[in-house]
């Protein structure tokens, strides 16, 4: 900053201080200096900014009017302050929010002092703080995991072992996979808290302490959790979208996706809002703000980093960013626009997920959910099969745990039934895939009618009932076999 421009901030203060205690008007001082009304003005706006002058009502004939606030008599008595002014450096004094005049609420002016708050009064970071707290309690839960499993060293790096996936799937890890087959949609949002490796999460937590709480005092701490939990969520939906065929086991884990959001609505507040920050400010800002978006495109080029992850979730944050700023600063339709508006991304991100998955998808998933129906349900059967069926009928708590268990067994076998033989797909393979997988679940659904016949009749299983259970159960593993070789279960 120039020396002269300098020299004009004290100038100026001391101008409003020998007006006082009546405002003190730049048009009058302009007309009597021949000084540039534009430089006044910018001056009195950085002055403003730090909280040193505030504004007066509009006075007909004078204009606008300045008076020194206590923030401003505390530099000028002192000489420290007034050194750190004349050298360009900020002078750093905690304000109260200036609260606008009757005549200027709800309008440009209103928002020009909140959008400036930011800059003067940083808000108390506590949905930061809640953010840490959870991504480092996650992690520290994974590692007491690991270290029951003895895989503590492996799970503090970046390690791909098997044991240290598992607790990462356990944790909430995301994969198309967990998603689209087995119905585990929470996983769009989980990943967001598990990270691979002790470094990861520092990196990523550093960030987050570091940006988030200028960013939650720019948003306020709800508008700020939402952006986060919507771009973690839209990162997830664009992994689940690029990572299909060979790639969709591939497990993602960590806040990446989340933290480029919250870059990107950092980035659209100050661009939204440059009119109110002044042109070198937010055009200083703007340019920090993609030296960080460059080293994260850096980044996801690394391997095992998704790439889709970052940009998905950058992408979402800047775009709810700009119905935010209508519900942050709006009123009436305005604001209820904005609230819509950021509804409809996660909303959006979710379905393109859903239109997505396709009918091999959906045979896999009606397959592995009858297999998993029959794993549970054979297991509380288990008396049955093993020689004591008399006294199990001898229980009439286990006889109704198992005729509800097979009754729920038969619903979910024919809800899967009806999934199938809605498909109406061309594709050959899928044409014979969605057969096999019917003769699946009907073998297995004449296995639970035999078997709720015979709960019905409490009798034990003869041999001639055993012999078609066993049939029954053979059929259905040879379909078993058939899938698991098909073209449906190799894509």
């Not at 990943?191 to 720019?218: A, D, I, Q, R, S």
């Not at 997505?356 to 397959?367: A, L, N």
């Not at 054979?378 to 708590?397: C, H, I, N, T």
Request: glycine fraction near 8%; aromatic fraction near 8%.
């Amino acid at each position: 900053m120039a020396e002269s421009s300098n020299e004009l901030l004290e100038i100026l203060l001391r101008e409003c201080q020998a007006a006082a205690p009546q405002p003190w008007y730049p048009s009058i001082y302009v007309k009597e200096t021949g000084l540039n009304r534009g430089m006044i003005d910018a001056e009195l706006d950085r002055l403003r900014m730090s909280g040193l002058l505030r504004l007066t009502d509009w006075v007909q004939g004078n204009g606008q009017g300045y008076v020194l606030t206590p923030e401003g008599h505390q530099v000028l008595q002192s000489p420290r302050l007034l050194r750190q002014l004349r050298e360009g450096r900020p002078v750093t004094l905690r304000v109260e929010p200036i609260e606008a005049p009757p005549m200027f609420r709800d309008s440009p002016w209103d928002r020009g002092e909140a959008v400036r708050a930011v800059l003067i009064n940083p808000a108390k970071p506590r949905a930061t703080l809640a953010l840490l707290f959870v991504n480092i309690l996650v992690f520290l839960i994974g590692l007491s995991m690991a270290m029951d499993k003895g895989v503590s060293g492996e799970y503090l790096g970046f390690s791909a072992d098997p044991q240290v996936l598992s607790i990462q799937a356990s944790l909430g890890s995301l994969n198309r996979v967990q998603v689209v087959q087995r119905d585990q949609w929470w996983r769009l949002i989980s990943y967001c808290f598990v990270h691979g490796g002790l470094l990861h999460l520092l990196m990523n937590m550093y960030f987050l302490y570091v940006v988030g709480p200028m960013v939650e005092t720019m948003w306020g701490s709800v508008r700020y959790l939402l952006l986060y939990l919507i771009s973690g969520l839209a990162g997830g939906c664009g992994v689940v979208l690029a990572n299909q065929g060979p790639r969709e086991l591939q497990n993602i884990v960590g806040a990446s996706g989340a933290l480029c959001g919250i870059l990107a609505s950092m980035g659209m507040w100050v661009y939204l809002n440059r009119q109110f920050l002044g042109s070198e400010l937010s055009s200083r800002w703007l340019r920090g703000i993609m030296t960080n978006v460059l080293l994260i495109v850096l980044i996801s080029m690394l391997p095992r980093v998704s790439a889709m992850g970052h940009f998905a979730g950058g992408a979402a944050g800047a775009i709810v960013a700009v119905p935010l700023v209508f519900q942050r600063f709006g009123h009436g339709l305005a604001r209820m626009l904005g609230t819509i508006g950021v509804a409809v991304v996660p909303i959006v991100c979710v379905g393109a997920v859903f239109a997505s998955i396709r009918d091999e998808d959906r045979i896999r998933t009606e397959v592995r959910t009858t297999l998993e129906t029959v794993k549970h349900t054979m297991s509380v059967l288990e008396p049955l099969f093993d020689g004591k069926a008399k006294q199990w009928f001898r229980d009439q708590a286990k006889v109704e745990r198992g005729a509800r268990e097979v009754q729920d067994a038969r619903t979910q076998l024919a809800a899967s039934a009806n999934v199938l033989r809605n498909l109406h797909n061309g594709d050959v393979d899928v044409q014979k895939g969605a057969e096999w997988a019917l003769g699946l679940i009907d073998s297995w659904a004449a296995f639970f009618e035999a078997i709720d016949r015979l709960i019905a009749a409490k009798t034990p299983i003869s041999d001639q009932d055993y012999a078609n259970l066993i049939r029954d159960s053979d059929r259905a593993k040879d379909f078993q076999r058939k899938l698991e070789g098909s073209v449906i279960f190799a894509r």
